[in-house]
Every structure is written in C-alpha cells, then in structure tokens.
C-alpha cells in the first residue's frame, strides 16, 4: 500500500523520505498546526492568557519600580526629618540648660503667647490687604501718588531725551 500525500508530505523532512534530520528543528520548517485541532486551540488559548499576564506583570513590575522610588524618596525625607527633629531636641535640652528657672507651664505659656502672635499678624494681614482694596480715601490718595510718581518718572525720561539731543549737536 502506498502512502497517502499528506503522511508523504509530514514526512519529507525525516530520515525515512531521505530528507535533512536536522531540518524538523529548524524554525520555519515546522510543519503548520490545523487550527481545528482541539488541542492547538487549547495551545493558543493558553499561550493568549500568558501572554496577557506576561503584560500584567510588567505593568505590576513599573509600578513597583515608581513605588521603589517614592518610597526611597520618602526614606530620605524620613531621615533629614529625623536628623531635624534631634538638632531641635538638642537645642531645646541645651537651652533649658542655660536657663534652667523656665519651668513646663512657663514653656506652654510662651507656645500660647506664640500662637497668639501668629493669630493677630494674620489678622493684621487681612485688615492690610482690606485696606488696600478698599476704594476708599485712603486708596484713591494711594492712586494719585501712584500717578504723580508715573508722570515725575515720565517728565525725567522726557528730559534726559532732550538733554541727549541738545548735547549730540
């Protein structure tokens, strides 16, 4: 009995047609999958979800090299914040050295009359720029100095063009 064409055909790179033995290894000369095979579907499948999850991981992987670098970024801050925080409590210990009749409600006293300082400057912040937007006497007299000033500065350049004109002739 004779071989049937395509058993002929899968069978030209092997020994037995007197093909190359080497040939059936080489990329390209494989011979082509049926996609109607139950098998070489599953095969595709699986090689499609792998290939998606190879994805997933290098998306994962990126992420984990910017959360690498925040944290290494953070790591530092954490240690200048440290370091910051020791030169403070080595000040605050060498100053209550050298004036050791403060007590603990005298410090908390002084935080308060602190806060209270910053309180009445922004308060006093808020009235200055009120003022200044406020269109009343003092801030059209603020505008006619402004004026005044602009044609003073104007009459000075006038003068020196004049001046640099007289003196080329």
């Given at each position: 009995m004779?071989?049937?064409?395509?058993?002929?055909?899968?069978?030209?790179t092997?020994?037995c047609?007197?093909?190359d033995?080497?040939a059936a290894?080489?990329?390209?000369?494989?011979?082509?999958?049926r996609?109607?095979d139950p098998?070489?579907?599953?095969?595709?499948r699986?090689?499609?979800?792998l290939?998606?999850?190879?994805?997933?991981l290098?998306?994962?992987?990126?992420?984990?090299?910017?959360?690498?670098?925040?944290y290494?970024?953070?790591?530092a801050?954490?240690?200048?914040l440290s370091?910051?925080?020791?030169a403070?409590k080595?000040q605050?210990?060498?100053?209550?050295?050298a004036?050791?009749?403060?007590?603990?409600?005298e410090?908390?006293?002084?935080?308060?009359?602190?806060?209270e300082?910053?309180r009445?400057?922004?308060?006093?912040a808020?009235?200055?720029m009120?003022?200044?937007?406020?269109?009343g006497?003092?801030?059209k007299l603020?505008?006619?100095?402004?004026?005044a000033?602009?044609?003073?500065?104007?009459l000075?350049?006038?003068?020196n063009?004049?001046?640099?004109?007289?003196?080329?002739q």
């Amino acid at each position: 009995m004779r071989p049937s064409p395509r058993a002929y055909a899968r069978c030209i790179t092997c020994v037995c047609a007197g093909g190359d033995p080497e040939a059936a290894f080489r990329p390209g000369r494989q011979p082509k999958a049926r996609p109607t095979d139950p098998a070489t579907a599953a095969l595709r499948r699986e090689n499609a979800a792998l290939r998606e999850e190879n994805v997933e991981l290098k998306r994962r992987l990126e992420e984990g090299k910017r959360q690498a670098d925040a944290y290494s970024s953070l790591y530092a801050d954490r240690n200048r914040l440290s370091q910051e925080n020791s030169a403070l409590k080595k000040q605050l210990a060498d100053a209550r050295a050298a004036n050791p009749g403060v007590s603990p409600a005298e410090e908390r006293a002084a935080g308060r009359l602190a806060r209270e300082i910053d309180r009445l400057k922004e308060a006093l912040a808020k009235a200055e720029m009120k003022l200044a937007a406020d269109p009343g006497e003092v801030g059209k007299l603020e505008r006619q100095l402004k004026a005044a000033r602009t044609r003073v500065h104007n009459l000075t350049i006038e003068k020196n063009v004049a001046w640099r004109a007289v003196t080329r002739q």
